[in-house]
């Protein structure tokens, strides 16, 4: 699985970006997908999670309900919508893939990710 993260850039706090992550190379809807971030200095973070139907989702709390996941089977993509955005949301984003074939788990973990994107840069100036 090939993943394209695309999107991020520089915006002032209170502001919003959109990321968006599209997948190649295998069964799209038999992976669940996740956003992770990585500030300078820091561990990888669990940003937020979505089932491989879109059904369910799971987020981190620092992030609850200012970011939103989500997925289209048809496009192969997985979308986040950042809102309210701070200065601390700044970091490398990571798309990953997780495959889980019938499953509907959102993962969480690091390790429970198979696949992931090379990254985009979001930068929130106060």
């Known amino acids: 699985v090939q993943l394209q993260a695309s999107g991020g850039g520089l915006v002032q706090a209170g502001g919003s970006l959109s990321l968006s992550c599209a997948a190649s190379?295998?069964?799209?809807?038999?992976?669940?997908m996740g956003w992770f971030r990585q500030a300078p200095g820091k561990e990888r973070e669990f940003v937020a999670g979505i089932a491989r139907n879109g059904g369910s989702t799971v987020y981190a709390d620092s992030v609850k309900g200012r970011f939103t996941i989500s997925r289209d089977n048809a496009k192969n993509t997985v979308s986040r919508q950042m809102n309210s955005l701070k200065p601390e949301d700044t970091a490398v984003y990571y798309c990953?893939?997780?495959?889980?074939?019938?499953?509907?788990?959102?993962?969480?973990?690091?390790?429970?990710?198979?696949?992931w994107g090379q990254g985009t840069q979001v930068t929130v100036s106060s």
């Open positions: 190379g295998s069964t799209f809807s038999s992976y669940a």
């Open positions: 990953a893939s997780a495959y889980v074939g019938r499953s509907w788990s959102v993962k969480t973990q690091k390790d429970e990710y198979h696949y």
